[in-house]
């Protein structure tokens, strides 16, 4: 089995700063690509920024320039660094793990259980 974990959501006031983090744990041999995505009341879940394994990224038009995603291949983890943050940010936000290679030869895609992400004044 394998497991997301994240943590960093909370309040934030607009202009402000959070960093998220999601560690992998369980029977893992490799992890290809981890993502953040987010989900607003009311909205569809979307893709927020990815990471590849050979650091490649990728991002979403409205925070690029304004988030970071960054990795710790050796822990497993992800991390988002998110700044200037606005209202249109609020949302719960998912870590995603896809291609996980486990121990046993299997390839799983995984789903963290989500942080709440709130901007307000």
């Known amino acids: 089995q394998v497991q997301l974990v994240e943590s960093g959501g909370g309040l934030v006031q607009p202009g402000g700063s959070l960093r998220l983090s999601c560690a992998a744990s369980?029977?893992?041999?490799?992890?290809?690509?981890m993502g953040w995505y987010r989900q607003a009341p009311g909205k569809e879940r979307e893709l927020v920024a990815g990471?590849?394994?050979?650091?490649?990224?990728n991002y979403a038009d409205s925070v690029k320039g304004r988030f970071t995603i960054s990795s710790d291949n050796a822990k497993n983890t992800v991390y988002l660094q998110m700044n200037s943050l606005n209202p249109e940010d609020t949302a719960v936000y998912y870590c995603?793990?896809?291609?996980?290679?486990?121990?046993?030869?299997?390839?799983?895609?995984?789903w963290g259980q989500g942080t709440l992400v709130t901007v307000s004044s």
């Open positions: 990471i590849r394994s050979v650091g490649s990224t």
């Open positions: 995603n793990a896809r291609d996980v290679r486990t121990v046993s030869g299997r390839y799983v895609d995984v």
């Open positions: 369980g029977s893992i041999f490799s992890i290809n690509y």
